[in-house]
């Protein structure tokens, strides 16, 4: 049970910081002069592309943060941080770093335009780089808890892609208006979290005591 429980947290903070919902617009643009057929084998590669870049900076994070000698409080710390600062400019309705502007796009090359701007950085920016991480690096290395956090990504990654791909379908039905709630509420969600992360950071630095 508790396993299944760490697995449905990860999930949500994975689906929160890709923002399915919020990568709709950009992605409309910029494959909205393809067909259906060639828009959603773009978001395939996408994925595909998004998948292999967070799996390998999942495995390396825990050797990065050895060799610079970053303690799991620090990286608590930052993480919360990095958390609360997605937070406030999703309920803010600030345009994320990550999202890469139509102009500088060359969309006669489908495979390039997967990988850039659409695999990275609007999939797996740096906000969800660091995320996964974070999420494999905090805690003591086993296959159990490496297990659950790569099922986690794949499972979101599903989801990233099916919403993105029937976009249009989910932009009729819930409205601008709609998806402009959602993220708000998925922004206030993150920002606790985000917070919850720095507490738990400052009681890992023998600062506070829970």
Known sequence: MQYFNDFLKILFTFVIIMDPIGNIPPFFALTGDFDTKTRNLILKKAIIVAGVVLFVFGVLGKVLLGFFGIS???????????????????????????QTPESSIEPQDTMMLAVFPLAIPLIAGPGMITTVIFTIASGDFSLIRLG??????????????????????LIRLIGTTGMFVLEKIMGLILAALSIQLVYEGLIKLNILHG
């Open 72 to 98: 799991a409080g620090a990286f608590y710390i930052s993480g919360g941080i990095l958390f609360f600062t997605i937070a406030y400019e999703m309920i803010q309705s600030k345009p994320r770093s990550r």
């Open 148 to 169: 659950i956090t790569v099922g986690a990504l794949i499972v979101s990654l599903v989801i990233q892609y099916a919403t993105m791909r029937s976009g249009g379908l």
